[in-house]
């Protein structure tokens, strides 16, 4: 009799705090574990111990997790151990694409959600546990064969004993009762309620003395109901005949298919889940192949998801996700396949003869759907969607490149406003291609310090002195030159290399103005730009902090702009965030004011003590009467709660002299010099006045 034995889980990753992390989650004290630290541990472990699961790191020295699971999926002893992939790419749906083509189950993004991983660690356990079970039971059946007659009796599979001439001379009662007849009435019958398919096999295992082992089967019985068994058969000595066993397995199959079907499906939702899902699309894609019809898939984003759980709550996020799903549901046809890939993306597959217009429609429905609020646990939630479409044979033809394709329309879709949809084109993918190549690039640019900041000064119209510096990012390309801010900087906040390379910015601006302490005044300040995902981080202040106190650079010295919509997406936490930066003796100045929200009720409640006037109102202020309007109203507004002004990309006399008339007090731009190399301005820093003054 096989032992109930605890379930023993493989944890392997090179970082023994994440070792740790994992066990802390998942152990519940039925559990055992084995921690290693590469892939090829891993695989030695596998080969000695019965391991019920492995939780796996991609990213590792020498063997990485991908690699390791093609390697378990070629032989024979580990290719069904399920295994789960972890990543701490957030970003990069290929690699999850790589992991279940390797043969993973599922690949989760660091950091994991406790309740996700543990659903999906009971969802393989449960399965290892019916395989234990079924083993069990396989082994209890083998020792029911070798049971003395009077034992055979009190047992629950069916025993029947078959002579040479088929009939049956021996069936114990649980045997009578599977074939519908009572053991009177089954002594003496022939195996005619055996259908013809087995006959032949028990009759050829007969002539050649062979036995058959836990084989699956159906038996029909005298009602001619088929039902399912595991059955088993033994020759007699000197060709007595043979002993049958056979084991009604009906409620086995049925939780079987019951797991099977949990394997596939995202507990949250009861939509497939990504694994599920991209079965889904395999099987379909061979389809559309096999009988040329076409094949649609919409891959669906919620936008701004996570400010859902930031500000109500996992629990609330997981209502709007099942509601979500359910809304997608009642569109969709009774075949048409809906998944969840992870988190808050979710794909529908569309099989069918049907035409790019009519994809489009069904996409315009869905978005149209999103326009009536959410009422989550008494919260009116509103929520817009990006998506992205694909289509077999035309965009791809195999499952993991239509995700690929759908993914990448979606992204396109989310770039160009959200609450949209895009179909695939040939063209995002080269541009997908040539972003990813400019990320490489970047990563490799903050490696060897190919930035470098340059300065342009802010003169003062009372003096024309320098009374500010704004600090401002260039990157020179070893071989395609300097490549605009413009072209980059929105690759360094989709990758988040903007926060690296922010406080990089930082921590160089603040050294340079400490270098050039004697050559200017002590009022002079040195602006550095915050973005707006290193404004959001909570630990920012303490950042700042760290950087002025490593550089020796007095705190009033330094000024940090951040733009209108940054501060006022979250106004609370701006303004907390303001205040704190105020009372560590650092400025702080609204960018780009006008060209975003310009909410004035809320500009009096930020701690601000420059506001910049936009460009977009200097370029024709001297011909646009409307601008000078602005310009004069936002002047005032500035002055009268007791802000400073600095005007942006003033390039003439004229902008100059009516700007400095409406009393701006700091003017930047072209007309005193353009942003230039810390050497440079330095001499210009000595040439001062810029500008006379009468």
């Known amino acids: 009799m096989l032992t109930e034995t605890l379930p023993i889980l493989l944890l392997v990753d090179d970082k023994p705090e994440n070792l740790e992390s994992l066990e802390a989650v998942l152990d519940d004290g039925k559990r055992r574990f084995i921690r290693v630290a590469s892939g090829q541990d891993a695989l030695r472990i596998l080969l000695n111990e019965t391991i019920a699961l492995v939780l796996m790191d991609v990213d590792m020295p020498e063997l990485d997790g991908i690699e390791a699971v093609k390697l378990m999926r070629k032989n024979s002893r580990t290719r069904h151990i399920p295994v789960l992939l972890v990543t701490a790419h957030g970003e990069d749906e290929y690699a999850s694409i790589d992991g279940l083509e390797a043969g993973a189950f599922d690949l989760m993004h660091k950091p994991i959600q406790p309740r996700i991983l543990e659903a999906k660690v009971q969802q393989l356990l449960n399965q290892w546990a019916l395989s234990e079970t079924s083993k069990r039971e396989m082994h209890d059946l083998a020792q029911v064969n070798a049971f003395l007659g009077d034992i055979l009796n009190t047992v629950n599979e069916g025993i029947s004993v078959v002579a040479p001439d088929l009939t049956q001379i021996y069936v114990n009662p649980a045997g009578s009762r599977l074939q519908g007849l009572t053991q009177s009435e089954v002594k003496g019958q022939t ?73 596939v499906t995202d507990t949250l939702t009861g939509a497939l889940n990504r694994n599920g899902f991209f079965q889904a699309v395999s099987t379909a894609v061979s389809r559309s192949l096999r009988h ?60 069918g003869a049907l035409s790019e217009t009519e994809i489009s429609t069904i996409a315009e429905k869905l978005l149209r759907i999103q326009t009536q609020p959410y009422v989550i646990d008494g919260h009116s939630l509103l929520v817009s969607v990006s998506i992205g479409i694909a289509n077999c044979p035309g965009d791809s033809t195999s499952a993991g490149d239509m995700l690929r394709a759908a993914d990448m329309a979606m992204y396109q879709a ?235 990309g003033v390039e003439t006399h004229e902008q100059y002299g009516l700007l400095s008339s409406m009393g701006c007090e700091l003017i930047q731009g072209y007309l005193f010099s353009r942003p230039i190399p810390a050497i440079d301005f330095a001499k210009l820093a000595l040439g001062q006045p810029l500008m006379n003054v009468r």
């Open 191 to 263: 195996l005619h309620c055996w259908s013809d398919l087995q006959m032949d096999m028990l009759l050829g295992a007969y002539r050649s003395q062979h036995a058959i082992h836990s084989h699956a089967a159906r038996i029909i019985s005298a009602k001619e109901a088929a039902l399912p068994v595991q059955l088993s058969c033994a020759p007699l000595p000197q060709q007595q005949g043979w002993v049958v066993a056979y084991q009604d397995i009906t409620a086995t199959l049925t939780l079987q298919e019951e797991l099977a079907q949990l394997i």
């Open 414 to 648: 989310k770039r160009n406003g959200r609450q949209s949809y895009r179909h695939y084109s040939a063209e995002m993918n080269a541009q997908v291609t040539a972003r990813t190549m400019l990320r490489e690039s970047l990563m490799y640019a903050l490696e060897k310090e190919q930035f470098e900041l340059v300065f342009q000064p802010q003169v003062s119209t009372l003096d024309g002195r320098i009374h500010g510096i704004e600090a401002l990012l260039r990157w020179h390309h070893p071989t395609a030159g300097t490549i605009s801010p413009a072209v980059f900087i929105p690759v360094l906040e989709d990758s988040g290399l903007i926060v690296e390379v922010s406080l990089w910015i930082l921590r160089t601006a603040c050294a340079q103005r400490m270098a050039w302490a004697d050559i200017l005044d002590d009022s002079v300040t040195m602006a550095v730009n915050l973005s707006a995902r290193q404004f959001s981080d909570e630990l920012i202040c303490k950042h700042i902090q760290d950087v002025i106190s490593d550089t020796g650079m007095p705190a009033h010295w330094l000024e940090v702009e951040v733009t209108e919509s940054t501060v006022i997406e979250d106004i609370d936490k701006g303004r907390r965030i303001l205040e704190d930066l105020h009372k560590l003796g650092i400025r702080t100045a609204m960018d780009d004011f006008g060209t975003g929200y310009s909410a004035l009720a809320y500009l009096k409640q930020l701690p601000l003590d420059v506001l910049k006037i936009d460009r977009l109102f200097v370029a024709n202020l001297a011909n646009d009467t409307k601008d000078q309007a602005i310009a004069r109203a936002i002047i005032g507004l500035a002055h009268e709660l007791g802000m400073t002004l600095v005007a942006e």
């Open 292 to 351: 040329s019809q076409s094949l649609y898939l919409l891959y669906i984003d919620l936008d701004y998801f996570k400010d859902v759980n930031d500000t109500y709550g996992h629990a609330t996020g997981d209502m709007l996700l099942q509601s979500f799903c359910e809304r997608l549901r009642n569109q969709l046809r009774t075949h048409d396949a809906l998944g969840r890939i992870g988190g808050d993306e979710f794909a529908i597959l569309i099989e």
